[in-house]
């Protein structure tokens, strides 16, 4: 082997390191000494009737978080820690689990002690903070955030994530750090789900592993991502969160139920 082949082989497997490549995995490694964590299959994720098993992709995430030795506080063994497959009934592909640590919008001066005399007194302020898990190679579907989604006179959502475990593939209309790539220039085993179809928005992806920090830069404009084959906690600070709207026709923030299947096709 001349050192040039070496050079290439050892850079595509490099590559193939940083997401997982086009290779299938039945498991994803996380730190020692939890080890290897079971990938379950579509059909373990839903009831006889049809409707996602909440408790099972629950703890399918717990799996995830204690491979990554994140801390599981007890409000995660409540209703504040929600699942979604977006009424798709494909959760193992499409889904994600969520947790709005805060979503406060109020005015300043009527909070706390309601001390505050400054110039701002009676504006409004709102902020958030989200943490996001998702399954090895998930999606968290294509949607954006429109300006005042619930009538209180909020704009737009603006926000930034922060790689905290795994690795992920952020998706978006537009350009953000200037170092996206179109994303007809990702092998064609990596395409998204949805890409080429008549509702696709998206157009450059950017690679991003634990400690990585990305931002939406322009308001409205449709993003999403995928997990890499270890799966993904991300971290997402942003402005108070009122509105979302996917892309694909039909798709609702939600769970499959008994008898709602939707059948997928790409």
Same mark, same amino acid.
């Given at each position: 082997?001349?050192?040039?082949?070496?050079?290439?082989?050892?850079?595509?497997?490099?590559?193939?390191?940083?997401?997982?490549?086009?290779?299938?995995?039945? !498991?994803?490694?996380?730190?020692?000494?939890?080890?290897?964590?079971? /990938? @379950?299959?579509?059909?373990? *994720?839903?009831?006889?009737?049809? $409707?996602?098993?909440?408790?099972?992709?629950?703890?399918?995430?717990?799996?995830?978080?204690?491979? #990554? !030795?994140?801390?599981?506080?007890?409000? @995660?063994?409540?209703?504040?820690?929600?699942?979604?497959?977006?009424?798709?009934?494909?959760?193992? /592909?499409?889904?994600?689990?969520?947790?709005?640590?805060?979503?406060?919008?109020?005015?300043?001066?009527?909070?706390?002690?309601?001390? #505050?005399?400054?110039?701002?007194?009676?504006? =409004?302020?709102? #902020? @958030?903070?989200?943490?996001? #898990?998702?399954?090895?190679?998930?999606?968290?579907?294509?949607?954006? !955030?429109?300006?005042?989604?619930?009538? =209180?006179?909020?704009?737009?959502?603006?926000?930034?994530? /922060?790689?905290?475990?795994?690795?992920?593939?952020?998706?978006?209309?537009?350009?953000?750090?200037?170092?996206?790539?179109?994303?007809?220039?990702?092998?064609?085993?990596?395409?998204?789900?949805? !890409?080429?179809?008549?509702?696709?928005? $998206?157009?450059?992806?950017? /690679?991003?592993?634990?400690?990585?920090?990305?931002?939406?830069?322009?308001?409205?404009?449709?993003? *999403?991502?995928?997990?890499?084959?270890?799966?993904?906690?991300?971290?997402?600070?942003?402005?108070?969160?009122?509105?979302?709207?996917? $892309?694909?026709?039909?798709?609702?923030?939600?769970? $499959?139920?008994?008898?709602?299947?939707?059948?997928?096709?790409?």
């Amino acid at each position: 082997m001349t050192s040039k082949t070496l050079c290439h082989t050892l850079t595509a497997l490099a590559a193939a390191a940083f997401i997982g490549g086009c290779a299938s995995t039945s !498991h994803y490694t996380g730190a020692q000494p939890f080890g290897k964590v079971p /990938r @379950l299959a579509n059909k373990d *994720f839903y009831k006889p009737d049809g $409707s996602l098993d909440q408790e099972v992709a629950k703890k399918a995430y717990f799996d995830l978080m204690q491979a #990554y !030795h994140y801390p599981i506080p007890a409000i @995660l063994k409540t209703d504040t820690f929600w699942v979604a497959d977006f009424m798709q009934g494909d959760f193992a /592909r499409l889904g994600m689990g969520g947790v709005f640590w805060k979503n406060v919008e109020g005015v300043y001066g009527d909070v706390g002690a309601k001390a #505050y005399k400054g110039a701002f007194k009676n504006q =409004k302020f709102g #902020y @958030l903070g989200h943490d996001i #898990y998702l399954l090895p190679g998930q999606t968290l579907p294509e949607h954006n !955030h429109l300006t005042d989604g619930d009538g =209180k006179g909020f704009g737009p959502k603006m926000e930034t994530w /922060r790689v905290c475990h795994g690795s992920v593939l952020f998706f978006g209309e537009y350009k953000g750090d200037g170092t996206e790539i179109p994303i007809s220039e990702l092998p064609a085993c990596e395409l998204p789900w949805g !890409h080429g179809q008549p509702w696709f928005k $998206s157009k450059y992806v950017k /690679r991003a592993v634990a400690g990585d920090i990305y931002t939406l830069n322009d308001p409205e404009s449709w993003h *999403f991502m995928v997990a890499g084959k270890d799966g993904a906690i991300v971290a997402e600070y942003a402005t108070y969160h009122n509105d979302v709207k996917f $892309s694909k026709p039909g798709m609702e923030f939600g769970n $499959s139920k008994a008898a709602e299947i939707t059948k997928l096709k790409k």
